[in-house]
């Protein structure tokens, strides 16, 4: 069973808006970690966010922010203010209390000038 | 020193060829990762190493034969390969449990002919 699902394949979105990348997760760990990394064309994994199950705030990170809701068992990326260099696949994840760390299949946004 | 390593950074081999990728990080992170990546695919995780021992192994083939000399450096020994293993290997460490990210090397992209 899938316990990272990213439902948006694809997204276009005009630069200087903001965009929401949908992640949804399935774990039976009471402790586990959620992360938003960026992979542009050239292939390295860029870290963005993290949200920790305990932690009472929602993560933000310049104009990256993860709304988290533990009763739905969302952790949704928030980026204000596009910029073209933001175009690449965002990859959703999630560390369990073993240590593996598995990701989603990945949304592809695009930013249209 | 907050990067890791990996060479090469590409690598053509015939099946009947031996050959290995190598990963270096010098955080003093206790856990490191083997993740295979095909084309427009997320990072599947193949290897974890907690404390230089192999914890996790997701059923992976043993033509990939993982090894972890020492808490810095993570091997991957490549044997008798077949041309579907054609992928970026991504290595990544962490300091382990409650950490908040993996930090990837930027890849090994393999050749399979």
């Known amino acids: 069973a899938q316990k990272i699902t990213q439902t948006q394949p694809g997204m276009f979105v005009q630069e200087k808006e903001a965009v929401t990348l949908d992640c949804t997760y399935d774990t039976s760990d009471p402790s586990y970690g959620l992360f938003w990394y960026k992979q542009p064309s050239s292939g390295e994994m860029i870290f963005l966010i993290y949200q920790g199950s305990y932690d009472q705030q929602n993560a933000t990170e310049g104009r990256y922010s993860l709304n988290f809701q533990k009763a739905r068992k969302s952790a949704n990326l928030v980026i204000s203010a596009s910029q073209l260099g933001d175009s690449a696949m965002y990859f959703c994840a999630m560390r369990e209390e073993d240590d593996k760390i598995i990701f989603g299949k990945g949304t592809r946004l695009h930013i249209l000038p | 020193d907050t990067e890791v390593t990996q060479t090469p950074k590409h690598l053509v081999m015939g099946m009947t060829n031996k050959k290995s990728l190598k990963c270096e990080q010098h955080?003093?992170?206790?856990?490191m990762y083997w993740y295979k990546q095909k084309a427009k695919k997320p990072p599947e995780l193949m290897f974890v190493y907690s404390y230089e021992k192999l914890s996790i192994n997701e059923s992976v083939p043993s033509r990939f034969s993982p090894e972890c000399p020492n808490s810095s450096l993570l091997n991957l020994h490549l044997h008798a390969l077949q041309p579907e293993d054609s992928a970026l290997y991504l290595c990544?460490?962490?300091?382990?449990?409650?950490?908040?990210?993996?930090?990837f090397g930027s890849g090994t992209q393999l050749s399979v002919l």
């Open positions: 990544a460490s962490s300091q382990g449990q409650g950490s908040e990210k993996l930090f």
């Open positions: 955080m003093g992170h206790r856990a």
